[in-house]
């Protein structure tokens, strides 16, 4: 049974930082993309961050560009995503996803494996 199961989440003021992991068991990744997805009260779910597992290349939304980083360790199976300098606007569920055949890293109809959800609050 493959499993995501994602921790670091929380209330930050604005201008702070959090780290968000996702653990994933029961599978090993090798060609498969990682990505990080949101989804705020009343909107879409939305792509933020994507990571090829085996090339470390990266994707991301370009509000969040220069202030989170995605990163993965291969030897513990886990997915990062640092956020620093957040606004309310980056409050959110953040999910973490992982897919096999990902033709489009931005549609999270590709992603075979999600978590359950992290709420990452910013207070203004």
């Known amino acids: 049974q493959v499993q995501l199961v994602e921790s670091g989440g929380g209330l930050v003021q604005s201008g702070g930082s959090l780290r968000l992991s996702c653990t994933a068991s029961?599978?090993?990744?090798?060609?498969?993309?990682l990505a990080w997805f949101r989804q705020a009260p009343g909107k879409e779910r939305e792509f933020v961050a994507a990571?090829?597992?085996?090339?470390?290349?990266?994707n991301y939304l370009d509000s969040v560009k220069g202030r989170f980083t995605i990163s993965r360790d291969t030897a513990k199976n886990t997915l990062y995503l640092q956020m620093n300098s957040l606004t309310p606007e980056d409050s959110a569920v953040y999910f973490c996803?992982?897919?096999?055949?990902?033709?489009?890293?931005?549609?999270?109809?590709?992603?075979?494996?999600w978590g359950q959800g992290n709420q990452v609050t910013v207070a203004s």
């Open positions: 990571i090829s597992w085996s090339e470390d290349l990266t």
């Open positions: 996803a992982a897919g096999e055949t990902v033709f489009d890293v931005f549609q999270r109809r590709y992603y075979r494996y």
């Open positions: 029961g599978v090993s990744f090798s060609d498969d993309i």
